[in-house]
């Protein structure tokens, strides 16, 4: 594998005299950085003889040891694109953004990005419970109603039931403004489980009831997943970010952080600070 070369970095050309006597100036751009070592760029070889290049690169070498000539410094991740949730609440913690960038020059290259929703309720012991923590479709009609859900499903007002009795463990996919009625073993409903209204989409969105280790309680876990759903999901680039795909716009919107967007590097992120009041969001980083 060749070695990588850099610039060589300093605050004044190199000065030598040869064997004639002359005085030569050599600019630094005449040399790089082949590993540890330091050598004439091959667009200088020729306009030194070989006693003049030897001295050339000990000088240099020597002004290097001594830390006056230096590689360039390396830059570090810069803020790409920011991403933030497309609603408030504790859940949009839950979201994750990939991004799979293809190759290109950053302002034309396309990138896909995806994303999941994992909202987990755990340790519920009945419909009440499952009520307070999930959220209902409605907001509050007095104090210590249950609160209008921020997750991806929500409990249909009105259809929590008095059943003492555990779910029956079930699971599936979720439709546009249908509800899944969770029972009990006696077939007696405990609450109709309903998407998120503003949910217009087909086949991403399932859910799944568990029964807990304790064997007393129950679990109420929805998952949301842009790459199942149907339609065309377009690609896009850091100049068309608000053209996401609806698939992933359901979840987030994307736009250019403080300095201008780039093309993030491949990979994922949490999105984070979320709360009743507040999207969560996250940032994408340049490689």
Do not use: H
Request: charged fraction near 15%; aromatic fraction near 6%; glycine fraction near 10%.
């Amino acid at each position: 594998m060749a070695t990588t070369t850099v610039d060589v970095v300093g605050s004044s050309p190199i000065s030598f005299t040869n064997s004639q006597g002359a005085q030569r100036t050599v600019p630094l751009s005449a040399l790089q950085f082949s590993g540890s070592d330091i050598q004439l760029n091959s667009a200088w070889k020729n306009f030194f003889d070989p006693g003049e290049t030897q001295t050339l690169l000990a000088v240099a070498k020597a002004r290097a040891v001594a830390g006056e000539l230096t590689r360039p410094p390396v830059q570090g991740p810069r803020p790409a694109v920011r991403f933030t949730a497309s609603r408030a609440g504790t859940e949009t913690n839950n979201i994750s953004v990939t991004a799979t960038p293809d190759a290109g020059s950053p302002l034309a290259a396309t990138i896909a990005f995806t994303v999941t929703e994992t909202d987990t309720y755990p340790g519920l012991a009945s419909p009440t419970a499952a009520a307070m923590a999930i959220g209902l479709d409605t907001a509050p009609a007095k104090a210590g109603d249950p609160p209008q859900g921020t997750g991806l499903v929500v409990i249909k007002s009105g259809s929590v039931g008095n059943s003492t009795k555990l779910p029956v463990a079930s699971s599936g996919v979720m439709v546009k403004a249908t509800g899944v009625d969770i029972q009990d073993a006696t077939n007696a409903v405990l609450f109709t489980l309903v998407p998120r209204s503003d949910y217009a989409g087909k086949g991403g969105l399932s859910y799944a009831v568990s029964i807990d280790g304790s064997g007393t309680t129950f679990t109420v876990v929805a998952t949301y997943d842009s790459t199942k759903e149907t339609g065309a999901q377009a690609k896009v680039t850091i100049q068309t970010l608000g053209a996401l795909p609806s698939q992933v716009a359901y979840l987030t919107k994307a736009s250019e952080p403080p300095g201008g967007a780039r093309l993030p590097t491949a990979g994922s992120i949490q999105l984070s600070g979320g709360s009743a009041q507040i999207a969560a969001n996250g940032l994408f980083y340049t490689s």
